[in-house]
């Protein structure tokens, strides 16, 4: 199968430069935190960024749990817009569609081992 390329992050306005969150971004933002505080989600993540595209079963394998658990982890980031499907047949293949959230996984895997560095 041939890789999908997921695209980089686009630039934006640092955050230094931007005016203080409302109440409404600080409130999603806080979701977005809530929907990637999950360690079975990250999992997912991360192995989609590894594989580019996977079905629910193969992601199932992945992580060791059952179908209908991980189609029900996807399914909340799907609703968020950082996941999307695409039907094989019966198959549900899922993949990353937010660049954005591949650079906040990089992000967060090097600040958890920086700060495990540390201790």
Not at 54 to 76: F, G
Request: hydrophobic share 40%.
């Amino acid at each position: 199968m041939p890789r999908l390329v997921i695209a980089k992050c686009p630039p934006k306005l640092p955050i230094s430069e931007r005016p203080l969150l409302t109440v409404e971004q600080a409130n999603d933002l806080g979701e977005v935190f809530w929907i990637l505080s999950n360690d079975t989600r990250l999992r997912l993540l991360h192995a989609l960024v590894r594989d580019q595209e996977l079905c629910v079963n193969e992601l199932a394998a992945e992580v060791e749990m059952k179908p209908q658990a991980v189609s029900n982890q996807l399914q909340r980031l799907a609703d968020r817009g950082i996941v999307r499907t695409r039907r094989n047949g019966t198959a549900m293949y899922y993949r990353i569609v937010d660049p954005c959230v591949v650079s906040l996984l990089e992000q967060g895997i090097c600040l958890a081992e920086d700060s495990r560095s540390r201790e």
